[in-house]
């Protein structure tokens, strides 16, 4: 069955259905990404060395551009979610390939970090491409990771995150990390209110700080600027674009368009980034990625 069958299936039996509740009640569509999984689909981009499809930019376009117009939350997690594996894919050997192959894995993008005060805006793709204010340290194999990072998609649904931040040695460049989701002190406040399409998990992610072995770094150490702007950079701007160029705008009967209904596709549209204030209250990561649970109360 190819690629795009599959799709279909997905789009119409399990991610139509799901859309209204991520647009009406901000529910994260894990049914919609589980669906996809098993489909093959959150594999279509690994090398079929490691299990997944060994497809490549152009499908990875089509298969967003395709769930966009039935549910834009889906959608962008597929965008965090492609872009992040384009990093894997570039350095290769990470823990997480078979996992992705085998539909069992959705990763994460953590990588902006916006301005200083909670309440900025963030400059879409600003500072993850240019520097980082992450620090990371390291204790024989284990490194701790402490830093903030804005606007990541599925934040507390995501089962690993991709993780920028300075070089363990030497003041120059970027170091990536893929963090698995259930690393202790790993921790999303609540959501941020208007911060991507409603249902995409769209938050800040902590580190304060995360313990994690020293082989979750992907490439080499500080070699993670040339990963960000060769693979991560170009696949977000073109996956993003084909998510909002899904999507009906002016003059294209965006009055009439609803969540699981698909609409005409229309260029691509310009690049925007989301923003919105941070609401009081602090959840714990669940293990696994599987969610948000009140923390304790103190």
């Known amino acids: 069955m190819s690629y795009r069958t599959s799709l279909s299936v997905v789009l119409a039996e399990v991610v139509a259905p799901g859309a209204e509740l991520a647009a009406r009640e901000g529910r994260f ?155 202790a002190d790993l921790f999303v406040p609540a959501r941020l209110a208007g911060a991507g399409p409603n249902g995409s998990g769209t938050s800040t992610l902590y580190a304060d700080p995360v313990l994690v072995p020293a082989d979750v770094m992907l490439g080499r150490d500080g070699g993670g600027l040339d990963v960000l702007m060769g693979s991560v950079r170009p696949w977000l701007l073109e996956l993003k674009a084909a998510a909002e160029g899904a999507l009906p705008g002016p003059g294209h009967g965006a009055d009439t368009f609803r969540p699981g209904v698909e609409a005409p596709l229309p260029g691509a549209v310009a690049l925007r980034s989301g923003g919105g204030d941070l609401r009081s209250g602090v959840d714990t990561l669940r293990p696994g990625g599987e969610g948000l649970r009140p923390a304790p109360a103190a």
């Open 29 to 183: 569509p894990r049914d919609a990404v589980a669906a996809l999984g098993r489909a093959g689909l959150l594999g279509l981009t690994v090398a079929p060395e490691s299990g997944g499809g060994g497809l490549g930019l152009s499908e990875a376009v089509d298969v967003v551009a395709r769930t966009a117009r039935v549910c834009p939350a889906t959608a962008a997690v597929l965008t965090s979610h492609f872009a992040a594996v384009a990093a894997v894919e570039s350095c290769g050997g990470s823990w997480v390939r078979e996992e992705i192959a085998a539909g069992r894995h959705l990763v994460g993008l953590a990588l902006s970090e916006g301005g200083s005060g909670e309440q900025e805006e963030d400059e879409p793709y600003g500072t993850e491409f240019g520097g980082s204010r992450s620090g990371a340290a390291r204790f024989a194999d284990v490194v701790a990771l402490r830093g903030r990072k804005r606007q990541v998609v599925a934040a507390g649904e995501a089962d690993s995150y991709l993780w920028s931040s300075r070089p363990l040695a030497g003041r120059d460049g970027l170091t990536l990390w893929v963090v698995p989701a259930q690393a």
